[in-house]
């Protein structure tokens, strides 16, 4: 054998032995990676979700107020003589709270009326002097007006006199006085002193604030709860809604009324509003299934038909224990309640299906 056929036969065992080695096993390609590919699939823990009518409720915080506060005047000046009512005393609508003295308006009347009767004397000259030709029927309607005019001044000054009281304007209590006895106050600005304020107790009202979240399910008319420190309840509604975020807090000011006809209840006092909502059609999950993406959404992570992992945003109703009501998944979706923060959008996960739970 010549030296070339030896060369040759031996690059041609060297080809076939790494050709053995470089060209892959059918075993490896269709069973062991197709095996280990599989097994690469992260586990997430699924439940099915269950619509359910129900009626979720709203907590709040709130303090009992005043249903009716305003500011009582002076409808003319004078001197405080006398203080008939004490601060907290329910008093009928009406009532005389603070007596003023009536001082110069006694003699404003008598001015009044003399001139009231200059203008009459006045006015059956005038006729006269018509009726004569010495004067146009012009300056006849003139002295008209001025008996019109001091008829007015002579009524307005006798309601003045009368009115030199200071009255409660509907059935309620002083909640305090700003004046004592012997204070003055000068005509020219009555109207803008304030004497003390008056406030309605029955009914009482609560102020308690809605976040962004919970504004889209109130509405005036809902039913709620009072529910007080010592454990008593009384039954209430939600009677305002304001339609406006507070831009400090971006919370939204709503009111409960209840009845208080027996004065039972006073303003101040720190108690919990419990709403009732209108019902709704909810899912219950673990809060722990909460989750939120890359825009701060809140949502769920489920697995669709394909086995792959979708963000749904949600809409959370209510906190019930370790339990929370959404809405935004329908009947039957798997949500992910267990291992969603480790896989992304569109990756495929094996589940495991949890055993259905009573809702809460």
């Known amino acids: 054998m010549t030296t070339n056929k030896k060369i040759l036969i031996a690059v041609g065992i060297f080809a076939l032995i790494v050709g053995w080695f470089l060209i892959p096993k059918r075993s490896e390609v269709g069973g062991v990676k197709e095996h280990a590919a599989e097994k690469e699939l992260f586990t997430v823990k699924t439940m099915q979700a269950k619509v359910e009518k129900v009626q979720p409720t709203l907590v709040f ?3 009992t107020a005043p249903s009716l506060r305003v500011a009582l005047h002076p409808q003319s000046s004078g001197t405080v003589t006398k203080i008939l009512v004490p601060e907290g005393v329910i008093v009928k609508a009406g009532t005389k709270l603070i007596d003023l003295s009536k001082g110069s308006q006694k003699q404003n009347v008598f001015d009044k009326k003399a001139a009231l009767e200059r203008a009459k004397v006045y006015y059956t000259g005038y006729q006269r002097l018509f009726e004569k030709g010495y004067i146009s029927k012009a300056n006849l ?18 309601e003045a006199l009368n009115d030199r009281a200071i009255y409660a304007p509907f059935k309620g209590s002083v909640s305090e006085y700003l004046v004592e006895i012997g204070d003055t106050m000068n005509y020219q600005n009555a109207g803008q002193i304030i004497c003390g304020h008056f406030i309605q107790l029955d009914p009482l009202e609560v102020e308690i604030h809605a976040n962004q979240n919970q504004i889209h399910h109130m509405r005036e008319g809902l039913k709620a709860e009072i529910l007080f420190n010592d454990g008593e309840v009384i039954p209430s509604e939600i009677n305002f809604v304001k ?9 939204y000011r709503m009111t409960a009324l209840f009845p208080n006809s027996e004065n039972r209840f006073k303003a101040g006092v720190s108690v919990k509003v419990r709403v009732k909502l209108d019902p709704q059609m909810v899912v219950s999950i673990p809060q722990s299934a909460l989750s939120y993406d890359e825009n701060h959404s809140l949502g769920v992570r489920i697995v669709d038909n394909q086995g792959l992992v979708e963000f749904k945003p949600v809409q959370m109703i209510q906190a019930v224990g370790n339990n929370v009501l959404i809405q935004g998944i329908d009947d039957g979706v798997k949500i992910i309640i267990q291992g969603g923060d480790f896989v992304q959008d569109g990756e495929k996960v094996a589940e495991h299906l949890a055993a259905q739970e009573k809702s809460a």
């Open 61 to 63: 915080n709130g303090v």
């Open 141 to 158: 309607l003139e002295a008209k007006a001025d008996l019109k005019k001091a008829e007015f001044q002579l009524h307005a000054a006798k």
């Open 243 to 251: 339609a406006e975020a507070n831009i400090t807090t971006q919370k």
